[in-house]
């Protein structure tokens, strides 16, 4: 038994004993091949990248410049069966056999990830990231330490966005970034119903709430408010915790509230729960192109992430339709007593948040940006990513004996310092903490954005941001504040006056509509299951009259008379009698709160067709700014698309009518939507990748503003005069051209 357990103690011994050797052996060869590898590397030329369309492969070039040593960024073809990669390989592989506490081997090899940092623990590592002595540690911590830490790891960020965009050569474009590209689609869909919904039920909800007019200006605005603080916040997140999960919070936030926002019934709820739903959409775009930009090469960036705009407009069209289908069928409904009441535009209300629940169940099966993952230092998890695009894409296009040939990727050195909370600490202090740690990491990448290196590039975005903000939201919404204008012009064109009538004896048993009445005597009549619509009574007597089941709208009595007057079940409250008399006048079971009004029908279809029609005209400007966004370029295709918007805008005085207004809106939106796809794709290559979702951020939530601004400045000129919105639109697109030609031209270049 002793003899047996030496044996098996000595056994073990010799095992590590050749681990240890096969591992020295491995590390040996590592380095020299890295030693080759490391100058040819670092003078590489990426100039293809701009001039030739036709790539090769990745394995190729990888090849010449590595000699298919394992222990550099290439592998050799697994196919060729060399007999040296075969050895190297083997080796390092075998290396993870005997693995102990006292001689650790790296576990990753056990998965098939490759050594991020083989050979650097003896100094062999490539390049320029080779690992500092103590001296340098310490060196990070004065002054010039700092500046030489920073320097190498903007270097190391150049070297790393020059691999990645050879990365991405090699896993090319298919099966997998088309799956994303549906799947962020659904967000970026439910960012645009966000901006549809409360339009399309404030005709309904303000009834069925009693709002007033200031009430209903601030849910109208509500929705831009939270979408505004959303951005920031998001943006800011997603450099820090990663997009896919930042994105997940935020979808989350939005569908539980807005299924919340369907079901609560007061106005102060209403509102809240619009707010936060507001809040957690507001990231959606932010984080949507920074992370489908992080899968696509520099030849294929401009034209998927136009085509990614497309699902903005899907979602408008996805609005529009189910509200024509769903809330003027107001059988659609129950209620619960007089307090709690489920009508038909809050089954649209929760209707609206399945996109948004769509995209969280979809986003789970999709893996984090490697190049979040690369540019904050961990290796295995961005190699194992992008392993599997590249085995996705190559299944897909019938190629699955094809190798991933990198295997071993630049990653950045993190600066972030680690605060020790240590195990005695209570649990909401470590919280607290790792709150204000990241908290502070925000701010600073956000403070980062106004550096003198991006300085001038954030202000020109900012500017470019809001004039174009300003002028297409303000011109959205003010377009069917001005066909309704119309709409009340021609109604109001139609009023029918009677003047000085008496009426005696008479039974009112049919709608009334649309009428004036002045200085009437009403004895003994009888108005009875009627509806009023746009009525007016002025200066008129009622007497001996008996009102039942009266339904009304935009009805009102001024300097009326009621005498032994009786109303039963009737809407007619008293705000409705303005400057008016009730003598010996009783009130019987009046209705309860506000009613909806079902008799506009056809205003609401006209609104919904409306948002249906302008949604639909993007399609042509966003299938033209796809297939020319590389080829013009990002800067071309934003200036030019500004300056026919800005002509564009002068036709609007022509707008007379109703249909005139409907297709002035459609031209208006089919230009101006090319230069807001140029305007993405620009905001996502001007910054690196630790701060590009945090400017996105910033700059969606500068958007908002100036949407709120537009919108509340526009809509005070409705019915006043067209000029003034029209210049201060028109001024504005031209402002944004202008400042949009001094910004840099990123078409060719590789992603930051």
Same mark, same amino acid.
């Given at each position: 038994?002793?003899?047996?357990?030496?044996?098996?103690?000595?056994f073990?011994?010799?095992?590590?004993?050749?681990?240890?050797?096969?591992?020295?052996?491995?590390?040996?060869?590592?380095?020299?091949?890295?030693?080759?590898v490391?100058?040819?590397?670092?003078?590489?030329?990426?100039?293809?990248?701009?001039?030739?369309?036709?790539?090769?492969?990745?394995?190729?070039?990888?090849?010449q410049?590595?000699?298919?040593?394992?222990?550099?960024?290439?592998? =050799?073809?697994?196919?060729a069966?060399?007999?040296?990669?075969?050895?190297?390989?083997?080796?390092?592989?075998?290396?993870?056999?005997?693995?102990?506490?006292?001689?650790?081997?790296?576990?990753?090899?056990?998965?098939?990830?490759?050594?991020?940092?083989?050979?650097?623990?003896?100094?062999?590592?490539?390049?320029?990231?080779?690992?500092k002595?103590?001296?340098?540690?310490?060196?990070?911590?004065?002054?010039?330490?700092?500046?030489?830490?920073?320097?190498?790891?903007?270097?190391?960020?150049?070297?790393?966005?020059?691999?990645?965009?050879?990365?991405?050569?090699?896993?090319?474009?298919?099966?997998?970034?088309?799956?994303?590209?549906?799947?962020?689609?659904?967000?970026?869909?439910?960012?645009?119903?966000?901006?549809?919904?409360?339009?399309?039920?404030?005709?309904?909800?303000?009834?069925?709430?009693?709002?007033?007019?200031?009430?209903?200006?601030?849910?109208?605005?509500?929705?831009y408010?939270?979408?505004?603080? =959303?951005?920031?916040?998001?943006?800011?997140?997603?450099?820090?915790?990663?997009?896919?999960?930042?994105?997940?919070?935020?979808?989350?936030?939005?569908?539980?509230?807005?299924?919340?926002?369907?079901?609560?019934?007061?106005?102060?709820?209403?509102?809240?729960?619009?707010?936060?739903?507001?809040? /957690?959409? /507001?990231?959606?775009i932010?984080?949507?192109?920074?992370?489908?930009?992080?899968?696509?090469?520099?030849?294929?960036?401009?034209?998927?992430?136009?085509?990614?705009?497309m699902?903005?407009?899907?979602?408008?069209?996805?609005?529009?339709?189910?509200?024509?289908?769903?809330?003027?069928?107001?059988?659609?409904?129950?209620?619960?007593?007089?307090?709690?009441?489920?009508?038909?535009?809050?089954?649209?209300?929760?209707?609206?948040?399945?996109?948004?629940?769509?995209?969280?169940?979809?986003?789970?099966a999709?893996?984090?940006?490697?190049?979040?993952?690369?540019?904050?230092?961990?290796h295995?998890?961005?190699?194992?990513?992008?392993?599997q695009?590249?085995?996705?894409?190559?299944?897909?296009? =019938?190629?699955?004996?094809?190798?991933?040939?990198?295997?071993?990727?630049?990653?950045?050195?993190?600066?972030?310092?680690?605060?020790?909370?240590?195990?005695d600490?209570?649990?909401?202090?470590?919280?607290?903490?790792?709150?204000?740690?990241?908290?502070?990491?925000?701010?600073n990448?956000?403070?980062?954005?106004?550096?003198?290196?991006?300085?001038?590039?954030?202000?020109?975005?900012?500017?470019?941001?809001?004039?174009?903000?300003?002028?297409?939201?303000?011109?959205?919404v003010?377009?069917?504040?001005?066909?309704?204008?119309?709409?009340?012009?021609?109604?109001?064109?139609?009023?029918?006056?009677?003047?000085?009538?008496?009426v005696?004896?008479v039974t009112?048993?049919?709608?009334?509509?649309?009428?004036?009445?002045?200085?009437?005597?009403?004895?003994?009549?009888?108005?009875?299951?009627?509806?009023?619509?746009?009525?007016?009574?002025?200066d008129?007597?009622?007497?001996?009259?008996?009102?039942?089941?009266?339904?009304?709208?935009?009805?009102?009595?001024?300097?009326?008379?009621?005498?032994?007057?009786?109303?039963?079940?009737?809407?007619?409250?008293k705000?409705?009698?303005?400057?008016?008399?009730?003598?010996?006048?009783?009130?019987?079971?009046?209705?309860e709160?506000?009613?909806?009004?079902?008799?506009?029908?056809?205003?609401?279809?006209?609104?919904?067709?409306?948002s249906?029609? =302008?949604?639909?005209?993007?399609?042509?400007?966003?299938?033209?700014?796809?297939?020319?966004?590389?080829?013009? /370029?990002?800067?071309?295709?934003?200036?030019?698309?500004?300056?026919?918007?800005?002509?564009?805008?002068?036709?609007?005085?022509?707008?007379?009518?109703?249909?005139?207004?409907?297709a002035?809106?459609?031209?208006?939106? /089919?230009?101006?939507?090319?230069?807001?796809?140029?305007?993405?794709?620009?905001?996502?290559?001007?910054?690196?990748?630790?701060k590009?979702?945090?400017?996105?951020?910033?700059?969606?939530?500068?958007?908002?503003?100036?949407?709120?601004?537009?919108?509340?400045?526009?809509?005070?000129?409705?019915?006043?005069?067209?000029?003034?919105?029209?210049?201060?639109?028109?001024?504005?697109?031209?402002?944004g051209?202008?400042?949009?030609?001094?910004?840099?031209?990123?078409?060719?270049?590789?992603?930051?």
């Amino acid at each position: 038994m002793e003899d047996g357990y030496q044996n098996r103690t000595a056994f073990i011994k010799g095992a590590k004993d050749i681990a240890k050797e096969v591992k020295r052996q491995a590390s040996k060869k590592v380095g020299r091949s890295v030693d080759r590898v490391t100058d040819e590397y670092s003078k590489r030329s990426y100039s293809r990248f701009e001039e030739d369309d036709d790539y090769p492969p990745a394995v190729s070039s990888a090849s010449q410049d590595g000699g298919g040593g394992s222990g550099g960024y290439y592998r =050799g073809d697994s196919q060729a069966g060399g007999g040296g990669d075969d050895e190297d390989g083997g080796g390092h592989s075998d290396s993870t056999e005997g693995h102990d506490e006292d001689d650790e081997i790296y576990e990753g090899e056990y998965q098939g990830i490759p050594r991020a940092d083989s050979g650097v623990k003896e100094g062999l590592a490539g390049g320029p990231s080779s690992v500092k002595g103590a001296g340098g540690v310490q060196g990070f911590r004065d002054g010039d330490g700092a500046v030489a830490a920073e320097a190498e790891r903007r270097k190391d960020q150049e070297e790393l966005a020059q691999q990645y965009e050879t990365i991405l050569q090699e896993c090319g474009h298919g099966k997998f970034q088309w799956t994303l590209y549906f799947v962020l689609g659904l967000a970026l869909m439910a960012d645009g119903v966000e901006i549809f919904v409360v339009g399309f039920v404030l005709p309904s909800a303000e009834k069925d709430m009693c709002l007033s007019e200031p009430n209903k200006s601030m849910l109208g605005l509500i929705v831009y408010l939270g979408m505004m603080v =959303g951005a920031f916040l998001w943006g800011g997140l997603a450099d820090r915790i990663g997009r896919r999960q930042s994105l997940l919070i935020s979808l989350s936030i939005n569908s539980v509230f807005s299924f919340f926002s369907s079901f609560v019934q007061g106005y102060s709820t209403f509102l809240f729960c619009r707010l936060l739903s507001g809040v /957690g959409i /507001g990231g959606s775009i932010p984080i949507v192109f920074s992370y489908y930009s992080e899968f696509l090469a520099q030849e294929k960036r401009g034209e998927h992430l136009s085509w990614l705009c497309m699902f903005w407009m899907i979602g408008g069209i996805y609005a529009s339709a189910m509200a024509w289908a769903i809330i003027p069928h107001y059988g659609w409904s129950f209620q619960m007593g007089s307090a709690y009441q489920f009508h038909s535009w809050r089954v649209f209300v929760l209707v609206c948040a399945l996109p948004s629940v769509a995209a969280i169940i979809a986003l789970s099966a999709m893996p984090e940006s490697p190049r979040f993952y690369l540019e904050n230092g961990k290796h295995d998890e961005g190699w194992m990513i992008l392993k599997q695009v590249h085995d996705t894409n190559m299944r897909a296009k =019938g190629f699955p004996e094809k190798v991933f040939s990198v295997t071993t990727i630049k990653t950045v050195k993190q600066m972030d310092e680690l605060v020790d909370t240590g195990t005695d600490t209570p649990v909401w202090r470590r919280y607290k903490l790792k709150i204000m740690s990241l908290t502070q990491q925000v701010k600073n990448n956000f403070l980062a954005c106004f550096n003198p290196e991006y300085k001038r590039t954030t202000f020109m975005l900012m500017a470019v941001w809001f004039t174009m903000s300003f002028s297409y939201y303000g011109l959205t919404v003010w377009f069917p504040d001005m066909i309704k204008y119309i709409q009340k012009q021609e109604y109001e064109s139609k009023t029918k006056t009677f003047t000085k009538e008496r009426v005696e004896h008479v039974t009112f048993n049919f709608t009334l509509e649309n009428q004036v009445h002045r200085e009437g005597h009403y004895f003994n009549d009888k108005f009875l299951n009627l509806k009023m619509k746009s009525m007016v009574f002025e200066d008129s007597v009622f007497e001996e009259c008996y009102f039942e089941d009266i339904t009304s709208t935009n009805t009102f009595f001024r300097n009326c008379t009621f005498i032994a007057s009786l109303f039963y079940n009737t809407d007619l409250f008293k705000y409705r009698f303005v400057n008016s008399k009730l003598v010996n006048s009783t009130f019987l079971h009046n209705k309860e709160g506000c009613m909806l009004d079902f008799s506009d029908d056809n205003n609401a279809y006209m609104i919904y067709f409306v948002s249906f029609l =302008g949604t639909l005209a993007v399609l042509p400007g966003n299938i033209v700014s796809a297939l020319l966004m590389d080829k013009i /370029g990002r800067l071309r295709m934003l200036a030019g698309s500004s300056v026919i918007s800005c002509i564009s805008c002068f036709f609007l005085m022509f707008g007379n009518n109703e249909s005139g207004m409907i297709a002035l809106l459609c031209l208006f939106g /089919g230009i101006s939507i090319a230069s807001w796809n140029a305007l993405d794709v620009l905001t996502v290559e001007l910054y690196p990748s630790d701060k590009r979702t945090t400017a996105f951020g910033f700059l969606n939530a500068l958007c908002k503003l100036a949407a709120v601004l537009g919108i509340s400045i526009f809509q005070s000129f409705v019915g006043i005069t067209k000029a003034v919105p029209i210049l201060f639109a028109a001024g504005a697109l031209a402002a944004g051209s202008f400042l949009a030609t001094k910004l840099p031209e990123t078409r060719g270049q590789v992603l930051q």
